[in-house]
């Protein structure tokens, strides 16, 4: 069964475009970014805050869930969703990019890898097969293949057998899928070689995958790199099946690829910045912990209605940050979070308006004029970085 | 100008009381536990957190908040309130706790003690005057006098000379106050002697202090010396203004220091357990990384109306501290606070019904019956401890 996929606008000037994907836990408006959820929570954050800052869907993790607290946890109690009380859509990630990123802690064969468990040093076989079973018994909304990718500046041949391998393993987990409710998505290896990017799509694009993700990028390529790839892939990606750009990225990162037609992202940017005390703002990023806060008696973006910038000064955060309190990541990431989400929505209305590109282009702009300026500027009468 | 206080309700087996004090921030129903913000901020709550669980009043610190964010910020923001988004009542303590905790930090003379800030080395002084400038400036509905607290097994020599030490600055801090809407409460001291005590408590009330503390207790006293002391305490305190008893404690010293006729409390025992994984419930105290919380698909609490209960279960609260994610402390700080704050208004609602004293009976009963049975018990079909 193929996921429910409708796309109800196409922007004039680019191929952005908007869509609805259908789940049993309720329907996602593309673009979206999904919160990263890994070991089910977002970082600080409880279900009722993530709904508060609009999220969608949120991305957990089979390698990590599967350590802990493993899926016969899941299967008793009925899925991640009663688990940690969040009733919208799930995406799972494979286990794939940490056969990538822990690749000291485990071995790789046509069978699959094994790892040694951080949590009880036993070793644990992820194959497509047993990814595809935890995933059932997480209950994702949206599965993904195991997959093998390779740093971007591995050499074609390399390149080539890790796509290859992950075809295979496309296959098998295609196989091994018992719950048709449950959608599977296939993942386009090929690193920076067009070449091979295309031979990727034009094989996983034959068979009945319910979406297809770009992965393998963001791991070592350039951002031009990256930018190319995207763009050429989303044209050999049926425009019926939703395209997920994996572990992307910054703001100017999400609006050049929802230029080219990109529907869904997730990256641990908003969050992760946020514990290290990095705010998204209107007007450029902003460190609390910096000097220039510790008096600034405003929100930290005068245009945001998040929870955060409606109730707290920058002045305050500044304080709980170099007083290491739990409350300032947390007030942190759902601003963040809500940054990103509502430039998502935004980017969403310019789609149905037919005026994406002219938006995309106003928007990295100003991106572009507020990172790299240097210059200190005015706001509310307190100059600020 | 005298805090307004009304007493309206005794309970007629016990001293037990209930009452309103009055601030310009709202009015406080008594008894009353504060929630502990020492740093302007409840670790890892935010103020509607607060109001969810049903907190009145904020304990702050003068002395940290000296150091951090200092009082300048306060006067330039209009004080705490604002700062940290709090629009009920704050009561801040004087320092002089910490006079007593950082000895190592500190020289202490007639004048004051001298410290050096954790923050930047410099020097300061906190003595009586600077420490009511201070709690002017946070914008303290309640000040507290500073006092000099010492070991509760120090001879009665040394207890006297810091009691006497005490008073004198008492009298320096009621000089020193200037906005008349903030009230000033005295701190008895005189250790774990009865004799001291008696007199320390008559040479207060016979000046125009808002409250009357019990402080220096908890500071090596056994659990009998403390109740002995603040039984009697009260019964040498003024019944029109309000007893607050410092530092304390436990669910049962707090029911005990109720039946005494102590009108408020503060302690960091809820959210500090929290912090460490250790959830108060009805049926005991739960450490919820234990291996018998792993599979328990039942909430902290069946008899429990928290967010955290109504949401979450034992096994995901689990999962949170196993993984070390901070969403588990937060939810773990919501259930111990709403567990103390349903306690004092059991405890209100008792009093003002004539039966504290049974409630209170059955309370510590159940409270001693789950602590110390030793014994595993059934729970929605699941074994805790």
Redesign the interface.
């Known amino acids: 069964m193929l996921l429910p996929f409708s796309v109800s606008a196409v922007d004039r000037g680019s191929r952005a475009r908007s869509g609805l994907i259908t789940t049993a836990h309720g329907a996602v408006r593309t673009p979206a970014f999904m919160a990263v959820g890994t070991?089910?929570?977002v970082?600080?954050?409880?279900?009722a805050d993530l709904l508060a800052v609009g999220a969608q869907v949120l991305l957990a993790n089979t390698y990590h869930l599967l350590l802990?607290?493993g899926p016969e946890?899941f299967r008793?109690?009925g899925g991640i969703h009663a688990?940690?009380?969040w009733s919208g859509p799930v995406l799972t990630d494979s286990g794939g990019y940490q056969i990538f990123s822990l690749a000291a802690d485990r071995t790789l064969s046509e069978r699959g890898a094994h790892f040694k468990s951080y949590v009880d040093q036993r070793v644990h076989l992820l194959s497509p097969e047993r990814s595809i079973e935890i995933q059932s018994a997480i209950g994702a909304d949206i599965m993904m293949v195991l997959d093998e990718c390779v740093d971007s500046r591995s050499d074609e041949a390399m390149t080539r057998a890790a796509m290859e391998r992950t075809h295979r393993w496309a296959l098998r987990s295609l196989a091994a899928r018992t719950n048709p409710a449950q959608a599977l998505f296939a993942i386009v290896q090929g690193g920076v070689h067009p070449t091979l990017r295309r031979e990727s799509a034009a094989f996983l694009t034959a068979h009945p995958f319910d979406g297809f993700a770009l992965g393998g990028l963001a791991v070592g390529d350039t951002r031009a790199e990256r930018e190319d790839i995207t763009q050429a892939s989303t044209e050999w990606l049926p425009s019926a099946r939703p395209r997920y750009l994996m572990g992307v990225g910054t703001p100017p990162d999400l609006l050049h690829a929802m230029l080219a037609g990109i529907d869904m992202f997730d990256c641990v940017l908003p969050t992760h910045l946020a514990w290290q005390g990095t705010a998204f703002t209107s007007t450029g990023r902003v460190k609390v912990s910096r000097g220039s806060c510790?008096?600034a008696?405003v929100p930290l973006d005068l245009s945001c209605t998040c929870a955060t910038c409606q109730?707290?000064?920058r002045?305050?955060l500044?304080?709980?940050f170099?007083?290491s309190?739990?409350?300032g990541?947390?007030?942190l990431s759902i601003h963040n979070l809500h940054h990103y989400l509502t430039l998502m929505a935004e980017a969403r209305a310019a789609i149905e308006a037919g005026s994406y590109a002219a938006y995309a282009a106003a928007k990295l702009e100003a991106i572009d004029r507020h990172e790299h300026s240097g210059r200190r500027f005015k706001l509310g009468g307190v100059a600020v970085e």
């Open positions: 070991r089910a929570t970082t600080g954050l409880d279900p802990r607290p946890l008793r109690v688990f940690m009380g510790a008096a008696d109730r707290f000064t002045a305050y500044h304080h709980l170099k007083c309190e739990p409350l990541p947390r007030l």
